[in-house]
């Protein structure tokens, strides 16, 4: 089975600041990555797949990198909206989650 | 706009039964398929299980196997989930997501429900 890994597991952070989130997995997964984004008491949404693919509607203030067994999520102003816990998953192989990173208002 | 409504959670007892349903609107259900993901309480996401988009090809997650049955009703526009032999490591809000490849699956999800609770307590 393919393991992910995320770091940190909680960032904290201020309105305008540029959040970085890294995301390993425990073996080559080539580009087959998503990353999601959860608020308390809702789905999952869906913001970057294939490693570096923006989903439709979300802003351009996302993106993400990466490739092989290293991905990192950036936003690169972070705005109010954006606090949240963030996801990364592996589909290379079925299905596999990181634990998550929390971002907080600091 | 695509749309997907869990129901069917609950509270049920240790080795009792539940069957979960998500109806799907918004889009061709018979040409995608899908999947449910959980998640325990403050807790991670956890892929359960994935049926293709003609009902065909089935894969479950380990921890789920042999005590699972995902089922779909493309007439219906309805999935379901069979859900025997609960635990308490069953406890989760339970997700139906939908996969954005046509014709197949990808195991990553474009679109999901709001979720649908269930508790497995004495």
């Known amino acids: 089975d393919i393991q992910m890994t995320q770091s940190p597991s909680t960032l904290s952070a201020s309105v305008g600041d540029r959040v970085t989130i890294t995301c390993r997995a425990s073996?080559?997964?080539?580009?087959?990555l998503a990353w999601y984004q959860q608020k308390p008491g809702k789905a999952p949404k869906l913001l970057i797949y294939?490693?570096?693919s923006l989903e439709s509607g979300v802003p351009s203030r996302f993106s993400g990198s990466g490739s092989g067994t290293e991905f990192t999520l950036t936003i690169s102003s972070l705005q109010p909206d954006d606090f949240a816990t963030y996801y990364c998953?592996?589909?290379?192989?079925?299905?596999?989650f990181g634990p998550g990173t929390k971002v907080d208002i600091k | 706009q695509v749309q997907l409504v869990e129901s069917g959670g609950g509270v049920v007892q240790p080795g009792r039964s539940l069957r979960l349903s998500c109806a799907a609107s918004?889009?061709?259900?018979?040409?995608?398929?899908m999947h449910w993901v959980r998640q325990a309480p403050g807790k991670g996401l956890e892929w359960v299980t994935v049926?293709?988009?003609?009902?065909?090809?089935?894969y479950y997650a380990d921890s789920v196997k042999g005590r699972f049955t995902i089922s779909r009703d493309n007439s219906r526009y309805t999935l379901y989930l069979q859900m025997n032999s609960l635990t308490a490591e069953d406890t989760a809000m339970y997700y139906c997501?939908?996969?954005?490849?046509?014709?197949?699956?990808?195991?990553?999800?474009?679109?999901w429900g709001q979720g649908t609770l269930v508790t497995v307590s004495s």
């Open positions: 997501a939908k996969d954005p490849s046509l014709y197949s699956h990808s195991y990553y999800f474009d679109y």
């Open positions: 998953q592996q589909y290379n192989s079925y299905s596999t």
């Open positions: 918004g889009f061709t259900f018979s040409t995608y398929g």
């Open positions: 294939k490693a570096s």
């Open positions: 073996q080559s997964i080539s580009s087959w």
């Open positions: 049926i293709s988009y003609d009902g065909t090809n089935k």
